[in-house]
């Protein structure tokens, strides 16, 4: 007689189950933490983003859309024609070509100038350079609208109106203060052994300052000459006081030249001139964005 003997049943080992819920759940407060901080970047995204979305679907309308339709309505036709009366009927290309030359001379002078003046105020060791130093700091304190009559007086006797002179060396004048501040305090957090052991190698002050204080201080540059730029290339008011022709107008002077003599305003040649105006500048920003990160931390970590 056989047993009947039942056979074991095999049971699985038990496994230890990780409690994912824990790990889950972190993730869902470490997003909750960071929810207000998104939420914020998001509404400071919008709030950049928009007005150049609606600036770019502006510059397509027609007048009768703008007229006729509602401001976030997209435009029924995607051409160029606003660009073309910008440029052919308004003489936006006119515009752009006497603010380069009027912007980029005064950049270059601005920053050659300050360079050296902020170099000769900080590095050498002169008797009263901390006057000198109060001087420039004064002139960041003076409005511009208290020298423009003065000024347009001296240029109208040395019959530099109707040139773009006036504006060059305006734009000269009221900027080398804040340059010069700027890079005295740029050159104040270069080390002195720097400059000593170049001295020690035979440099004069010239070699100082072109080989070795300058490319110390090339991302600096870059941040005072994109600072500058942004002031200059939007001035309207110095723009509109020493500029009388047509054929020397500013691009921002330009720009009111699309308002009818009764307040009539041409609405897609004004905003496509602007769309212009404004894309190029944030171009430029772009391009130069590490150069001026890199200038504004500079002064953060010495040696």
Not at 23 to 32: Q, W
Not at 62 to 70: A, G, K, M, V
Not at 232 to 258: H, K, M, S, Y
Request: charged share 10%.
């Amino acid at each position: 007689m056989s047993a009947l003997i039942a056979e074991p049943t095999t049971t699985a080992s038990p496994t230890i189950q990780r409690p994912e819920t824990g790990h889950r759940g972190r993730g869902i407060r470490k997003f909750f933490r960071k929810l207000p901080v998104i939420i914020g970047v998001f509404i400071l995204l919008v709030i950049v983003v928009y007005p150049l979305v609606w600036l770019l679907l502006g510059s397509f309308k027609t007048q009768d859309e703008f007229l006729s339709e509602p401001f976030w309505a997209l435009p029924r036709q995607w051409g160029f024609d606003n660009y073309i009366e910008a440029f052919v009927g308004g003489g936006l290309g006119t515009y752009i070509r006497n603010s380069v030359l009027a912007v980029f001379p005064s950049i270059i002078l601005i920053v050659l100038f300050g360079t050296a003046a902020g170099f000769a105020l900080e590095v050498m060791v002169w008797k009263g350079r901390g006057v000198v130093l109060l001087m420039f700091l004064a002139g960041i304190m003076i409005p511009v609208q208290m020298i423009l009559l003065p000024l347009f007086t001296i240029y109208f006797r040395l019959h530099l109106t109707g040139t773009l002179w006036p504006l060059i060396i305006t734009y000269v004048a009221i900027g080398m203060p804040l340059t010069v501040f700027m890079m005295a305090t740029y050159f104040r957090n270069v080390p002195r052994e720097v400059f000593e052991a170049a001295t020690i190698d035979g440099a004069n002050i010239y070699r100082l300052f072109w080989t070795v204080g300058l490319p110390l201080v090339r991302n600096a540059v870059f941040t005072v000459a994109l600072v500058q730029f942004f002031f200059i290339w939007n001035d309207l008011l110095v723009a509109l006081t020493f500029v009388n022709t047509q054929e020397l107008r500013t691009i921002q002077v330009g720009l009111l030249n699309f308002t009818g003599q009764y307040g009539a305003i041409n609405y897609g040649p004004m905003f496509a001139g602007i769309a212009v105006n404004v894309v190029g500048t944030l171009i430029l920003y772009l391009f130069l964005n590490q150069q001026v990160m890199r200038g504004l931390t500079a002064g953060s970590v010495k040696g």
